[in-house]
């Protein structure tokens, strides 16, 4: 009988007993935005491989990386105020990712939080460092806490700069950036991508596409300019927003966007609203050169031509078609010759293609994938079908 009275009691001690481990929520920081740059010590990666692993080294000599931590003032986000705080940051010189949260825990007087990070910023000139981008990437990966589907972007110069910058209609960059990419879907010349796809990529073949952000300081502007082109863990070029539109069609992901055509000296736009891609391999003699086709189907509505002018008859449109068909063609040969002739990159998807639906012949050539890749031939054919000419006519 003792024992089914003791029970009840240790029972009720454990379920209604307080929280141990609390902290209130005005006595943490919640990074929102990470963003890395070259440290001063950067240069100096060569003599680091001439440290034999059982020498003592002093890393506070060394600051390869400066990352700068944002956060929102928590003291702002109250009940009939807004639901962002004002941005505030922290600059951090360090040697490593981890040497970088040791030290922001130092100067900080509040628990850190690291669930709620939404956009990483990476610099240029960082991305001209593989080892060091391979130490960052490896970091976030181990650390748990960190949000694997924050955005990554590329910032044209210091990244620290872009979360010192107060948007017009934001309290901070995070918001500002986040709110783009949402809108990605009426922007075809955004590309989102998460840290956990951007892992993926990279870790298939080192090679990814990241988003470009730029810095107008003459106008106080920060804006999407593109992506950045990544192989082999290392920035080897970029693709300006025309460019990453046509990338888009030719990667078969594109949601949105237009195209703009001229006939008599007036400009037809053409609002892209579905789309299609398929690629096919139509000669597989890869000593020869490989021979791909890419079929793209879009189709839309115009949506700006000039009043006077009258688009009724089936001619009319069948013509205007056919325009835009080689003009888009044109923009994605251009893109497809810029990534397989200039840097050797297949962000369109061959090599998965291949690997998938032809494996006896990935087996043979994957290898000598990008040798085999800038042989190959790429035929290009875009099908514009205008489902409405507008409301009114």
């Known amino acids: 009988m003792k024992y089914k009275k003791i029970i009840p009691l240790i029972l009720i001690c454990c379920l209604l007993s307080g929280c141990w481990d609390k902290v209130e929520i005005d006595r943490r920081i919640f990074i929102s935005t990470m963003a890395v740059d070259v440290g001063r010590d950067i240069g100096k990666e060569d003599k680091f491989k001439d440290i034999k692993s059982n020498e003592i080294f002093n890393e506070k000599e060394f600051n390869k990386l400066s990352i700068t931590y944002g956060f929102p003032d928590i003291s702002e986000v109250e009940p009939g105020k807004t639901a962002t705080g004002k941005e505030k940051f922290i600059t951090i010189d360090a040697f490593s990712m981890e040497d970088g949260m040791a030290k922001m825990v130092s100067r900080s007087s509040r628990t850190l939080h690291l669930g709620h990070i939404k956009l990483l910023i990476l610099s240029d000139e960082l991305l001209r460092h593989p080892d060091t981008v391979k130490e960052i990437l490896d970091y976030i990966e181990r650390k748990p806490c960190i949000n694997r589907m924050m955005l990554v972007v590329v910032a044209k110069g210091r990244s620290e700069d872009y979360v010192k910058y107060q948007p017009v ?27 956990n796809e951007l892992a993926i990529l990279l870790y298939q073949n080192g090679n990814a596409i990241i988003p470009n952000i730029s810095f107008d300081k003459a106008k106080n502007e920060i804006y999407l300019s593109g992506v950045a082109l990544i192989k082999n863990y290392e920035l080897q070029g970029n693709l300006d927003s025309e460019e990453t539109s046509a990338l888009e069609m030719l990667r078969g992901k ?6 703009v055509v001229f006939k008599d000296g007036h400009p037809i736009e053409f609002e892209i609203e579905g789309a299609e891609r398929k690629i096919s391999l139509v000669n597989d003699n890869y000593e020869k050169g490989l021979e791909f086709k890419v079929d793209i189907k879009l189709e839309g509505q115009l949506k700006q031509y000039y009043l006077e002018e009258d688009v009724f008859e089936e001619n009319d449109l069948k013509e205007i078609q056919s325009n835009f068909n080689d003009v888009i063609e044109k923009k994605c040969e251009k893109v497809t010759r810029i990534t397989q002739e200039k840097y050797s990159i297949d962000p369109i998807g061959f090599r998965e293609y291949v690997e998938k639906f ?13 040798e085999v890749y800038e042989k190959a031939n790429i035929d290009i054919n875009v099908e514009t079908r205008i489902r409405r000419i507008g409301t009114t006519k």
Do not use: A, H, Q, R
């Open 358 to 370: 032809k494996p006896k012949l990935y087996e043979k050539i994957k290898d000598d994938w990008d």
């Open 169 to 195: 209609m934001e309290k901070n960059i995070e918001s500002y950036i986040t709110g783009i990419m949402e809108n990605s879907g009426i922007k075809s010349n955004v590309i989102p991508i998460k840290f």
């Open 254 to 259: 594109i949601k949105g966007g237009k195209e």
